[in-house]
């Protein structure tokens, strides 16, 4: 059974506003090792939305983008992308599969079919996959910067505090600080 990863960039004040990250080849490197590292990536409808407005024309080449953008957008055009939606079931983008049904059921059928472990991108789905204690393990990319404005971490909040373990702390280059935590036993 693979792991479910939850990663994502936020501010020190907790705001996942994606317009407020650092956006350079070492971020792009960072993300673009995790998805190499995972078997599938793992979204809301509103995420797939929003990369499916970017990405498949930056891996096809018809808009202009710097070589780690690139390399990015031609490897998440061949990663499986996974989509929890309960209002749109059509997913055209290259790769991409809906789940339907039971997302406690699905998502654990995930997991298990996916060994290399899934990469979940989205605030929304994974504050409903917490409360379903389905979250392995949480890498978070922290920027230098308070943005003073949402939307932030967990904003619907959590039924209970989740106790995790530090597996590491990386500072980058540009300030930024990759964190990976595991679920405390």
């Not at 899934?118 to 504050?127: D, K, N, Q, T, W």
Request: charged residues 20%; contains cysteine.
């Amino acid at each position: 059974m693979g792991l479910l990863t939850f990663s994502i960039n936020l501010t020190l004040d907790g705001c996942i506003d994606h317009q407020e990250g650092i956006a350079d080849d070492e971020t792009h490197a960072y993300f673009t090792s995790l998805m190499d590292q995972a078997g599938a990536m793992l979204w809301g409808r509103v995420t797939y939305e929003m990369m499916e407005s970017a990405w498949p024309a930056v891996a096809r080449g018809d808009v202009e983008a710097p070589p780690a953008l690139r390399a990015w957008a031609v490897k998440l055009e061949a990663k499986p992308k996974v989509v929890v939606s309960s209002t749109r079931t059509d997913f055209p983008w290259t790769n991409s599969h809906h789940l339907a049904g039971d997302l406690r059921a699905g998502v654990q059928h995930l997991k298990d079919a996916t060994p290399d472990g899934v990469l979940l991108g989205s605030a929304r789905l994974a504050a409903e996959l917490d409360r379903l204690d389905l979250i392995d393990e949480y890498k978070l990319l922290v920027h230098p910067r308070i943005a003073g404005h949402g939307p932030t971490l967990y904003e619907t909040g959590l039924p209970a505090t989740r106790r995790l373990a530090l597996i590491s702390a990386r500072p980058l280059r540009n300030g930024a600080v990759a964190m990976h935590y595991r679920r405390a036993q």
